[in-house]
């Protein structure tokens, strides 16, 4: 997509209203709480190998990360809260580390502090020292190896996230911790190699695939195997609250705790995927999807009748439009944004009862979500028997934008008989043209990629319309499989330009500029 194109798209993605933007002073708190990082993960590799892992370690990364991963401003209290807990933790664990060393009798390998352990400095004091450290890698680290050591700390956050959801499920999650530890400690050591760097890149992006694997075999296990379902868009009259984002286990904690309150709760963004499984068709407060995505949120929010529920990994920062009616079950919370405490909805119960719910109601057309792989690995079948096609390309989920939708109309209408598409996005089928309907389900990907592997030899290439901190791991584990990977636009404030030139220059990953150029190189 040319840079035009990029520009238009990006002011859908929201950076022109300044929503996902990162002011510098944030920039310099998130510095220091990544030499925080990288200086518990030292320790937590040493304590772990005399088998001394200590759980606040694991749950004290994980937040923090978690915290980095969302696009909202830090607040002084949100960084003195976090700062205060590293300047507890991080003495007691290196205390520790001292009682292990001097009871077996070795030498202490203690790191070189950055910031001072002993004391609280003012705010000023801890942007300052942000902002030497970052100038400081600025200075030793060439573009290519900074674009590197990016990528990676984009995947280890994608890694936490996803640990903390499949440990949700009572699951354990150990073996990808170690390896996140193991990767942030790298950051204290010597700048590696470009090729020794790359190596990492793909390690880490199987560990973070591997996971999302994880996630769906525990989802199927708890809520069933998930299917093709009518989604309504409809709203009915009545008291309401919506749910954001994507952790669907915490989705079913809210409908048991408003299911008796009567009120109707509809779920936005990537939730709308809770609908495909059977286990919360039994819930009748579950009403349907409402809204269009993140993409559309500020006039989707600002139109909602009711309280906002931001379930954990899913913040952002937010507009005056809105503020008082967004709760947050995520650890920290930007301002504006209410924090639900101790597993307690009640605040959200009574926002539902000061607002004034849907009046009515409004009927609107239903959506088709999910995919039976049986009845699409028939389609493909027949496809392939009809079509003999020379490729096969994976097209993951487009947005909503009006220049992105112009894009693949163009793209679609171009494509040859020869080819057979497989999108994620719903789209008019035809013999070479088939629907997964699972814009918002990235296991999808995965799922159909080894269909097509292990029971064709047709050459498979694969286009993401969309590249953001969700799918760069999933980008990369796709692209150490096999070569042809092309990207669209990207999340400028995760994916800056350095990093989609070392995508192009080192994983030979393509970027997409016009549907004609485009299909010329997909298609020699």
């Given at each position: 997509?040319?840079?035009?194109?990029?520009?238009?798209?990006?002011?859908?993605?929201?950076?022109?209203?300044?929503?996902?933007?990162?002011?510098?002073?944030?920039?310099?708190?998130?510095?220091?709480?990544?030499?925080?990082?990288?200086?518990?993960?030292?320790?937590?590799?040493?304590?772990?190998?005399?088998?001394?892992?200590?759980?606040?370690?694991?749950?004290?990364?994980?937040?923090?990360?978690?915290?980095?991963?969302?696009?909202?401003?830090?607040?002084?209290?949100?960084?003195?809260?976090?700062?205060?807990?590293?300047?507890?933790?991080?003495?007691?664990?290196?205390?520790?580390?001292?009682?292990?060393?001097?009871?077996?009798?070795?030498?202490?390998?203690?790191?070189?502090?950055?910031?001072?352990?002993?004391?609280?400095l003012n705010i000023n004091d801890y942007i300052r020292l942000g902002e030497k450290a970052f100038y400081k890698r600025t200075k030793d680290f060439t573009d290519d190896i900074r674009s590197f050591y990016?990528?990676?700390?984009?995947?280890?956050?994608?890694?936490?996230?996803?640990?903390?959801?499949?440990?949700?499920?009572?699951?354990?999650?150990?073996?990808?911790?170690?390896?996140?530890?193991?990767?942030?400690?790298?950051?204290?050591?010597?700048?590696?190699?470009?090729?020794?760097?790359?190596?990492?890149?793909?390690?880490?992006?199987?560990?973070?695939?591997?996971?999302?694997?994880?996630?769906?075999?525990?989802?199927?296990?708890?809520?069933?195997?998930?299917?093709?379902?009518?989604?309504?868009?409809?709203?009915?009259?009545?008291?309401?609250?919506?749910?954001?984002?994507?952790?669907?286990?915490?989705?079913?904690?809210?409908?048991?705790?408003?299911?008796?309150h009567e009120i109707d709760i509809y779920t936005h963004d990537n939730m709308i995927l809770a609908h495909t499984f059977p286990f919360f068709k039994k819930y009748k407060n579950l009403k349907g999807q409402?809204?269009?995505?993140?993409?559309?949120?500020?006039?989707?929010?600002?139109?909602?009748?009711?309280?906002?529920?931001?379930?954990?990994?899913?913040?952002?920062?937010?507009?005056?439009?809105?503020?008082?009616?967004?709760?947050?079950?995520?650890?920290?919370?930007?301002?504006?944004?209410?924090?639900?405490?101790?597993?307690?909805?009640?605040?959200?119960?009574?926002?539902?009862?000061?607002?004034?719910?849907?009046?009515?109601?409004?009927?609107?057309?239903?959506?088709?979500?999910?995919?039976?792989?049986?009845?699409?690995?028939?389609?493909?079948?027949?496809?392939?028997?009809?079509?003999?096609?020379?490729?096969?390309?994976?097209?993951?989920?487009?947005?909503?934008?009006?220049?992105?939708?112009?894009?693949?109309?163009?793209?679609?209408?171009?494509?040859?008989?020869?080819?057979?598409?497989?999108?994620?996005?719903?789209?008019?089928?035809?013999?070479?043209?088939?629907?997964?309907?699972?814009?918002?389900?990235?296991?999808?990907?995965?799922?159909i990629y080894k269909y097509l592997h292990d029971n064709t030899k047709i050459p498979i290439e694969m286009l993401f319309p969309y590249c953001d901190r969700h799918t760069l791991s999933v980008i990369l584990?796709?692209?150490?499989?096999?070569?042809?990977?092309?990207?669209?636009?990207?999340?400028?404030?995760?994916?800056?330009?350095?990093?989609?030139?070392?995508?192009?220059?080192?994983?030979?990953?393509?970027?997409?500029?016009?549907?004609?150029?485009?299909?010329?190189?997909?298609?020699?």
């Amino acid at each position: 997509m040319n840079n035009e194109f990029n520009i238009d798209y990006q002011y859908d993605r929201c950076i022109s209203r300044g929503i996902c933007s990162i002011n510098p002073t944030t920039s310099s708190l998130q510095e220091i709480i990544i030499i925080y990082l990288k200086q518990i993960a030292y320790y937590g590799l040493k304590l772990d190998k005399y088998e001394q892992c200590d759980v606040k370690i694991q749950n004290l990364i994980l937040n923090t990360l978690s915290i980095l991963s969302s696009n909202y401003e830090i607040s002084n209290n949100n960084f003195e809260t976090i700062n205060s807990t590293f300047l507890t933790e991080l003495p007691r664990i290196i205390e520790k580390y001292k009682t292990i060393c001097k009871a077996e009798n070795i030498k202490e390998e203690l790191l070189d502090l950055e910031i001072p352990i002993d004391r609280i400095l003012n705010i000023n004091d801890y942007i300052r020292l942000g902002e030497k450290a970052f100038y400081k890698r600025t200075k030793d680290f060439t573009d290519d190896i900074r674009s590197f050591y990016r990528i990676i700390f984009i995947i280890v956050k994608s890694i936490a996230i996803n640990i903390l959801t499949y440990e949700s499920f009572g699951k354990n999650a150990q073996k990808e911790f170690k390896t996140m530890l193991e990767t942030i400690n790298i950051l204290n050591s010597p700048i590696m190699e470009k090729e020794e760097l790359k190596e990492l890149i793909y390690k880490i992006s199987e560990c973070d695939c591997d996971l999302i694997k994880h996630i769906r075999a525990s989802q199927i296990e708890k809520y069933g195997e998930p299917s093709e379902t009518e989604v309504s868009f409809s709203t009915t009259r009545g008291k309401c609250a919506l749910v954001v984002g994507s952790n669907i286990k915490e989705l079913e904690e809210i409908l048991d705790k408003l299911e008796n309150h009567e009120i109707d709760i509809y779920t936005h963004d990537n939730m709308i995927l809770a609908h495909t499984f059977p286990f919360f068709k039994k819930y009748k407060n579950l009403k349907g999807q409402y809204g269009k995505g993140m993409e559309n949120c500020l006039l989707d929010f600002s139109t909602f009748p009711g309280p906002i529920i931001l379930t954990r990994h899913s913040l952002f920062n937010v507009e005056n439009l809105y503020r008082g009616r967004l709760f947050t079950t995520d650890f920290s919370s930007s301002k504006g944004v209410i924090p639900i405490t101790n597993h307690d909805f009640s605040p959200v119960i009574q926002a539902v009862n000061e607002t004034r719910g849907f009046k009515t109601g409004k009927q609107c057309t239903s959506e088709k979500i999910g995919y039976s792989l049986q009845t699409l690995t028939e389609k493909i079948q027949n496809s392939i028997g009809v079509i003999n096609p020379k490729k096969i390309l994976i097209i993951a989920s487009n947005g909503y934008s009006a220049e992105e939708k112009e894009y693949f109309n163009a793209f679609y209408e171009h494509i040859p008989s020869d080819i057979i598409v497989i999108s994620q996005s719903c789209i008019k089928e035809k013999e070479n043209r088939l629907s997964l309907h699972s814009s918002e389900d990235i296991f999808s990907l995965f799922e159909i990629y080894k269909y097509l592997h292990d029971n064709t030899k047709i050459p498979i290439e694969m286009l993401f319309p969309y590249c953001d901190r969700h799918t760069l791991s999933v980008i990369l584990n796709f692209n150490n499989t096999q070569s042809n990977i092309y990207i669209g636009t990207w999340n400028q404030t995760v994916i800056n330009p350095n990093i989609i030139e070392s995508l192009k220059k080192h994983f030979n990953i393509k970027v997409l500029t016009s549907p004609k150029k485009d299909l010329e190189q997909i298609i020699k």
